[in-house]
Structure formats: C-alpha cells, structure tokens
C-alpha cells in the first residue's frame, strides 16, 4: 500500500483524516488518536495556517479493497 495512505504518525494503513495545507501542495493522513499531532506538524512557524481536515473513510476503503485485489492478484 502506499505511503500516502498511512497516519504520518503511527503508519497505521486504515487512517481516518486527510490533512491538507492550504497554499501549498503538503496533503497528510491520520488516525484518531494522532490528528492533532499531525495538524501541529503541518502549521507552518510564525503564520496563520490554514488546514483542512476530511474524512478519509472512503479513501480507506478504496485501499483496502485494492489490497485485497493485489493479494488474489499474487497468489
């Protein structure tokens, strides 16, 4: 699976938010537990940041279904 689809923290591969910066292309991912660590990480130093924070559950959902398919695809 790819990177981009894991919490920035714990690599969990089902995260649950989408992080995005506003102004910039930086897009994250986070589970529950870690959406705050990663909002903080992505606020840039002595600006006001705009992020924006979406539910990724149809994205996780979408890479959990092509993993399935790349496991039947191996075997």
């Known amino acids: ?3 981009a689809f894991r919490c920035e923290v714990c690599n969990t591969d089902l995260p ?3 992080i995005e910066r ?3 292309a930086v897009v994250s ?3 529950n537990q870690h959406l705050w660590k990663v ?3 992505l606020q840039r130093d002595h600006e006001i940041t705009e992020l924006v924070v ?3 559950v149809k994205r996780s959902e ?3 279904i092509d ?3 790349r496991g039947v695809a191996e075997s």
Do not use: F, K, N, Q
């Open 1 to 3: 699976m790819s990177a």
């Open 16 to 18: 649950r938010w989408r």
């Open 22 to 24: 506003r102004g910039d």
């Open 29 to 31: 991912w986070s589970c």
């Open 39 to 41: 909002c903080l990480r």
């Open 54 to 56: 979406s539910d990724s």
């Open 62 to 64: 979408w890479a959990e």
């Open 67 to 69: 993993r399935s398919l």
